[in-house]
């Protein structure tokens, strides 16, 4: 079965530039996260989506970023303009329904490096 | 908001030694507490998750107990392999909300 796919698996790009990471869930999962991974802060919480609705949005650090999922198969992550402190591993994960209730499944990551 | 601590000190054990892990909370009690797997350069995997009525779960060789009067949860490997080294992270819900612990490392030595 597949996983949770993300892409790219690494990006460099330098301060300024737009980046926009991609997602696409476990078919048949009704909910989506997006996540941020740093050494200091830790697996934090950005957004999470429900049946392609934004949730709560409260985790995401400024307006620089926006997260869509245009349909059950697809999420993106923008963030734009970048800045060297966005350097992380970002993370999406996919769980069945919509209730913390539920394992998350999560795909490898996309190694951001802002220069 | 809520506050996940878990050990930032690697835990070492001898092989065939039960590893215990330890999560603890402050403020509002979950309704559910999650323990997730991750090894370096993957994304972290589900292995168990315990609700605040249940007082223990167990799968295979691993073991959580979830005490709510403690805020705590502890996580058991029993007959530790070296295989099962990695980070552990807890997990859990507040107020429609997630929030990750920062992990345990644990390495297990043949």
């Known amino acids: 079965d597949a996983g949770v796919i993300q892409s790219p698996r690494h990006e460099v790009t330098e301060m300024g530039q737009e980046v926009t990471l991609r997602c696409k869930p476990i078919?048949?999962?009704?909910?989506l996260f997006w996540y941020r991974q740093t050494m200091m802060r830790g697996l934090e919480l950005l957004i999470y989506?429900?049946?392609?609705?934004?949730?709560?949005d409260s985790g995401m650090p400024e307006d620089r970023f926006s997260a869509k999922m245009p349909n059950a198969s697809f999420s993106t992550l923008k963030i734009q303009p970048s800045e060297p402190r966005d350097s992380a591993v970002y993370f999406c994960?996919?769980?069945?329904?919509?209730?913390?209730?539920?394992?998350?499944?999560f795909g490898d990551g996309t190694r951001l490096s802002i220069l | 908001s809520q506050k996940i601590e878990q050990n930032s000190e690697a835990l070492n054990i001898q092989e065939g030694k039960t590893a215990t892990l330890t999560c603890n909370y402050t403020?509002?009690?979950?309704?559910?507490l999650q323990w997730y797997r991750q090894d370096p350069g993957r994304g972290p995997v589900f292995l168990l998750l315990?609700?605040?009525?249940?007082k223990e779960k167990r799968k295979e060789r691993l073991k959580v107990t979830f005490d709510t009067t403690l805020k705590q949860s502890l996580f058991h490997i029993t007959a530790s392999q070296p295989a099962d080294s990695a980070t552990y992270l807890c997990?859990?819900?507040?107020?429609?909300?997630?929030?990750f612990g920062s992990g345990t490392k644990l390495n297990v030595k043949p």
């Open positions: 403020n509002y009690s979950p309704a559910y």
């Open positions: 994960a996919s769980s069945p329904r919509d209730r913390f209730n539920q394992p998350q499944h």
């Open positions: 078919s048949g999962h009704n909910s």
């Open positions: 989506f429900n049946n392609n609705v934004p949730i709560d």
């Open positions: 997990a859990l819900d507040n107020f429609n909300k997630f929030y």
């Open positions: 315990i609700r605040e009525n249940e």
